[in-house]
């Protein structure tokens, strides 16, 4: 009996250790060493959120999308190794709070005043606006037609943050979800009447659906643009070397190209510009 | 570290208002779970296999698959389908009490096997029936012993509550994950809301205590 204890609680010790020692072994899947650190050199680790196609997604075991050939371009310039680990949203947020494993996060962040008590922004890089999306036939024509309307969208997004502030936080017509996936799907479904959402993800969802006759509302009067940036730690001394090499590759072209390669069309970079002053 | 307590305070009034539509989708689930859970348990205990399968069945897929799918299917499968729209509501109860029968139905047969064959036949031979002997014999007393294991699947309950979020049900998960989205901060909301279901499990467990030292 009390061998047959011991041999339990050997296996499970064994146990134990080897899924804790594959556990740290394997500390590096989902990250894609980029950059090239050189000997001594502290490689700097961003995090991300890649299931927001097409600013970052998963293709197979890759994290790619418009920011990640973004930070490329800017790691570059700013001659700093560095890695993407997709870390998902809440761990981003609080391992970048912290600052000691992340030191960054770059994943289609807003700037809003609420954030900036937290955490430090670079200058911004992309310009986006939010679009509403309905099903084609909808008596929905622009923002002010959601009053009284159920509308989904994706929680703690910018688009979250509009939709309460013209309807009430406490609304209860207002659905968050964890993903724009699943708001879509509640629209399709018919739980929702409209998604509100960056224009990005709306572009790209019309687009791979084709047969599900949704179409996109621009409404920039209601809707007013909004920057993303990299997230930063508060006093984060990365501010100082990413900053100027965010605006290098905003001027020398570098960033028209990426965007075109990811959207098809020139982005407006005076808008970006003015926005960093 | 930094704990800003003005954030908890701006979102307690939602906060509450999850917490109560917390309570509410429990307290439905773990009372049509345990009623679901009983016809499944008695179902299992069948001695024909062709009446035992299906509910072999049932436990087999509600145990084995996660209940973050399930919920998915029910909201954007089931319900769609009986009632024409989703209803985040109506499929965060559906889901967790199908899910719950699963795992009281166990329970259920685990007491009810537990008591001696002797119970039974002593009862019969002052002649009672079968449904009599259950009735009035054997399920009192093996209650008392699947007490602590309803206390146990309750408490689960109540805490895996918080994955019906992930559909919108407007509980205290989804507050907590606003209040995250809002301020880009992971203490101040998840914290506030583990004390709360802290508070909510503890309490049960409480109950159920007194209730087996009542029995």
Known sequence: MNMKKWGLFLISAILTVSIVGCGSNSNGSGEGAQGGASEGEQVIKFATDANYAPMEYMDKDKIVGFDIDFLAAVMEEAGLPYEVANTGWDTMLASVRQGTEYQAGISSVSITEDRKASYDYTIPYFESTNMIMVKEGSDIQSALDLEGKKVAVQGGTTADIIVSELFGQNNPNISRFDSNTVALMELDKGGADAVVADNAIVGEYIKNNPTKHFIGITDVENFGSEFYAILLPKGSELKAKLDPAIKTVIENGKYAEIYEKWFGETPDITVLQEAAE | ?215
Do not use: C
């Open chain 2, 1 to 215: 570290m930094d704990f800003r307590f003005d954030i908890i305070i701006d979102y307690m009034p939602l906060i509450l208002r999850g917490t109560m539509l917390t309570i509410g989708i429990s307290i439905l689930s773990i009372i049509l779970g345990s009623i679901l859970g009983l016809g499944i348990g008695f179902g299992k205990m069948s001695s024909r296999w062709y009446i035992r399968w299906p509910f072999q069945s049932y436990i087999n897929f509600f145990r084995g698959t996660p209940l973050f799918v399930q919920i998915f299917i029910v909201h954007f499968g089931v319900i769609p389908a009986i009632i024409g729209r989703t209803d985040p509501f109506i499929a965060a109860i559906t889901a967790l009490s199908l899910n719950s029968a699963a795992y009281t139905a166990e329970i259920y047969r685990a007491g009810i096997q537990s008591i001696d064959k002797g119970q039974r036949e002593a009862a019969q031979s002052l002649g009672m029936t079968n449904v009599q002997a259950m009735r009035y014999v054997i399920l009192p007393q093996a209650i008392k012993r699947m007490i602590p294991a309803f206390g146990n699947e309750f408490i689960v309950l109540i805490k895996d509550s918080s994955l019906v979020a992930v559909i919108a049900a407007q509980e205290l998960m989804y507050w907590s994950q606003a209040m995250s989205g809002q301020y880009y901060r992971i203490w101040e909301p998840y914290l506030t809301a583990a004390l709360v279901y802290f508070i909510l499990t503890y309490s049960l467990s409480k109950l159920l205590n007194y209730i087996e030292r009542r029995m």
